[in-house]
């Protein structure tokens, strides 16, 4: 009877060992389950489909880079570190500092929300373990962008009047939206637009070319958006419209339509007076 306890015991000590190894395989495989369907994890990261800013690319005469590094001075010098393997952006960036000609070292430039022409003071270009390191100094020419006509109200051949901050909406629409109804219905608004563009820049408003920009990089959606945006910080900024930008949203994209929002105010040459927010939302055309 002894023995018999005995096997008893120990084969309850197996079954219990065997179902405590069972629960724990169990819980192994519902753990591993869990992670593998956790929203977080690398395999489920979801797509970007809008931004609101552009990250750390930057504009160098009308290329685009990532930027490792940007500060800027007390002075105004800006200080760029770029790191980059590809030999078309190496090449490029070594010819933006002409010694010979340094009329072609002015450049455009825009970084988050800043946009100016820009002088380049050097180059410098640091190889350390197989990574090319390009060390690019800046420095800002000023340009005033005040327009003198930026506080009237201009009367046009039909009989109506538009304000400046109408008429500040109606350019970041055609610049933002591509809205050619603008450009072909209401030719009105150009000759009046003509008339206190002049001293910004002296140049028409056109819609910025977003159409190529995707067709270009419609297999990186986060990269042409961050980019598009960048584009439009330089071209809001250079024109004149707007003195500061407080958003500028790009996306989603939808059906060849991207969404775009933007608010900013323009400068007023009052200091007493308060400036008024220009708003703009629609969407945009990508198609060519």
């Given at each position: 009877?002894?023995?018999?306890?005995?096997?008893?015991?120990?084969t309850?000590?197996?079954?219990?060992?065997?179902?405590?190894?069972?629960?724990?395989?169990?819980?192994?495989?519902?753990?591993?389950?869990?992670?593998?369907s956790?929203?977080?994890?690398?395999?489920?990261?979801a797509?970007?489909?809008?931004?609101?800013?552009?990250?750390?690319?930057?504009?160098?005469?009308?290329?685009?880079?990532?930027?490792?590094?940007?500060?800027?001075?007390?002075?105004?010098?800006?200080?760029?570190?770029?790191?980059?393997?590809?030999?078309?952006?190496?090449?490029?960036?070594?010819?933006?500092?002409?010694?010979?000609f340094?009329?072609?070292?002015?450049?455009?430039?825009?970084?988050?929300?800043?946009?100016?022409?820009?002088?380049?003071k050097?180059?410098?270009?640091?190889?350390?373990?197989?990574?090319?390191?390009?060390?690019?100094?800046?420095?800002?020419?000023?340009?005033?962008?005040?327009?003198?006509?930026?506080?009237?109200?201009?009367?046009?051949?039909?009989?109506?009047?538009?304000?400046?901050?109408?008429?500040?909406?109606?350019?970041?629409?055609?610049?933002?939206?591509?809205?050619?109804?603008?450009?072909?219905?209401?030719?009105?608004?150009?000759?009046?637009?003509?008339?206190?563009?002049?001293?910004?820049?002296?140049?028409?408003?056109?819609?910025?070319?977003?159409?190529?920009?995707?067709?270009?990089?419609?297999?990186?959606?986060?990269?042409?958006?961050?980019?598009?945006?960048?584009?439009?910080?330089?071209?809001?900024?250079?024109?004149?419209?707007?003195?500061?930008?407080?958003?500028?949203?790009?996306?989603?994209?939808?059906?060849?339509?991207m969404?775009?929002?933007?608010?900013?105010?323009?400068?007023?040459?009052?200091?007493?007076?308060?400036?008024?927010?220009?708003?703009?939302?629609?969407?945009?055309?990508?198609?060519?």
């Amino acid at each position: 009877m002894e023995n018999t306890k005995g096997k008893t015991a120990t084969t309850e000590r197996k079954k219990s060992s065997t179902t405590a190894n069972k629960s724990r395989k169990s819980n192994s495989a519902s753990t591993a389950a869990k992670k593998s369907s956790t929203p977080n994890s690398p395999s489920t990261k979801a797509t970007v489909q809008s931004v609101t800013t552009s990250g750390n690319w930057i504009l160098l005469n009308n290329n685009y880079y990532l930027a490792k590094s940007l500060e800027t001075q007390s002075d105004g010098t800006i200080s760029v570190q770029i790191t980059t393997n590809d030999l078309e952006e190496q090449a490029n960036l070594k010819d933006l500092k002409h010694d010979q000609f340094p009329h072609y070292s002015q450049i455009s430039y825009a970084y988050q929300e800043e946009a100016s022409i820009t002088e380049v003071k050097d180059v410098i270009l640091t190889s350390t373990g197989g990574k090319n390191l390009f060390c690019i100094a800046l420095s800002p020419i000023k340009q005033s962008q005040e327009n003198l006509f930026q506080d009237i109200t201009v009367g046009s051949n039909n009989g109506k009047y538009y304000s400046a901050d109408e008429i500040a909406e109606m350019r970041v629409k055609i610049l933002l939206l591509n809205d050619d109804s603008l450009l072909s219905n209401q030719e009105d608004y150009l000759r009046v637009d003509s008339l206190i563009n002049c001293s910004a820049g002296g140049k028409l408003i056109e819609p910025i070319n977003f159409a190529e920009l995707w067709k270009k990089r419609k297999r990186q959606k986060e990269k042409f958006l961050r980019i598009a945006r960048l584009t439009a910080v330089y071209e809001l900024k250079m024109s004149g419209i707007v003195e500061h930008i407080l958003e500028l949203k790009l996306g989603p994209i939808k059906n060849h339509l991207m969404t775009v929002e933007f608010r900013g105010t323009r400068r007023s040459r009052y200091k007493n007076k308060e400036t008024k927010v220009i708003e703009v939302k629609g969407n945009c055309s990508l198609r060519d």
